[in-house]
């Protein structure tokens, strides 16, 4: 089975409102396994930056104005994602953005049918918890000391980790798949080895010394 985490970083909250999206990030999952295949797309917004979004991300107009259109990546995004389940926090609100922008071309909108949301897994598995990203890699222990502030690559990254756990745990499935292989390899009659049989018959000499020490025993039940 493969999956794609994925997360957008957008020049605002709403598309609607003509916010787009500057950042993409994608980890690749075959099996609930990270592969190391990952990608990194940044998207010249063709507009300004709100203080409050580059205040989340970092990412300024200056430096995304010689990034591509979104029109330009968009293939290269698509056939990546193509197929797989897509993982997203809060993914309702990614998808806005990416169906916004796929609109804008003409494109057909991601698959609904694709799509889980970590925020609605995690409520699921944890009642009365703190559901943001932050409070789930705290949760799990996961290193945030490179969060300084919101990338989608690194954000997918995280969430890649945070995913594994609320599936139950890290390498899901690895030790059980080690044990029926062993099992297995130790059921195969041509791996045992012969052992000579062991005599459980008593010697005559083990054999009187039980009969005197049954001669002692006086209105034996068995006799009755």
Known sequence: MREIVFDTETTGLDPAAGHRVVEIGCVELINHMPTGETRQWYVNPQRDMPEEAFNVHGLSEAFLSDKPLFAAVVDDFLNFVDGAVLIAHNANFDMRFLNAELAALDRPNLPKDKVLD???LARRKISGAQYSLDALCRRFQIDLS?????????????????????IGGRQPGLVLAHDSAENTAAARPEDRKSRPPRPHAPSVKEDAAHRA???KIKNPIWEK
């Open 118 to 120: 970590t925020i609605a």
């Open 146 to 166: 490179a969060r300084g502030k919101h990338g989608a690559l690194l954000d997918a990254e995280l969430l890649a980790e945070v995913y594994l756990e609320l």
């Open 213 to 215: 020490f049954m001669a």
